[in-house]
């Protein structure tokens, strides 16, 4: 794994126009060139086609707010913002369910059992960014949020992210889905004025 600091054209790429990304963007991400994000279990709660929210509480879950920027780079050179790249995103609630505990199609429910979940597409710079609750661990897992990608061009990548600060944890030692995530994919989760948890995933995807 190479270790190296953000040069200043990488850094105006993967840490977007606020202060706020830059730090945690620089702490969580910058010095650490993971390369092509890592895959990680579907799980059995993938439901496909949701529909397109930035806010994907939608239902009004209880919980602390939660907001996941990134940026999704991929290219000849691996680092190029790529726009328009389809992001999902499905995680629990605060008391560890999943709306819905199930999967498929989205047309297989009713629009009141979808929450948590939510789609969305990267801007011409690469990024992308969704508000939510923070998910509860649950059974033997590790507080993680599901994410899949896909870019044309490039090979599309199902995975997980994780909480920095849980890392070393009992829950996290107890977990052994996904033991060997890289370093990007552990967020380093931030609780701003606000009271809002902010994260920044950068998602690096390997040309087809
Ligand atoms: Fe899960």
Redo the contacts with the bound molecule.
């Keep these: 794994m190479l270790r190296r600091p953000c040069s200043p054209p990488r850094r105006s790429v993967c840490c977007g126009p606020s202060a706020q990304a830059c730090t945690t963007a620089t702490t969580a991400n910058c010095a650490t060139d993971c390369g092509p994000t890592g895959a990680a279990t579907e ?1 059995p ?1 993938y439901v496909r086609n949701v529909a397109v929210a930035t806010d994907i509480n939608t239902r009004g879950a209880r919980g602390k707010p939660m907001r996941v920027t990134g940026v999704v780079l991929g290219g000849a050179d691996g680092n190029t913002p790529l726009a328009g790249v389809k992001v999902d995103i499905w ?2 609630d605060a008391g560890g369910d ?1 709306h819905p505990n199930g999967n498929g199609d989205v047309s297989r429910y009713k629009p009141a059992d979808i929450n948590l979940r939510g789609s969305g597409t990267t801007d011409a710079q690469g990024r992308f960014a969704f508000d939510s609750i923070v998910p509860a661990n ?1 059974g033997s ?1 590790r507080r ?1 949020i ?1 994410w899949r990608f896909e870019a044309a061009g490039h090979r599309a990548v199902t995975t ?1 992210s994780y909480w920095l600060n849980e890392k070393g944890s009992p829950q996290d030692l107890g977990d052994f889905t996904d033991r060997n995530a890289e370093a990007c994919r552990w967020l380093d989760f931030k609780t701003n004025a606000r009271g809002v948890e902010e994260g920044f995933f950068e998602v690096k995807l390997a040309r087809a």
């Design positions: 799980g709660f995680h629990c999943y649950y897992r993680h599901h997980q």
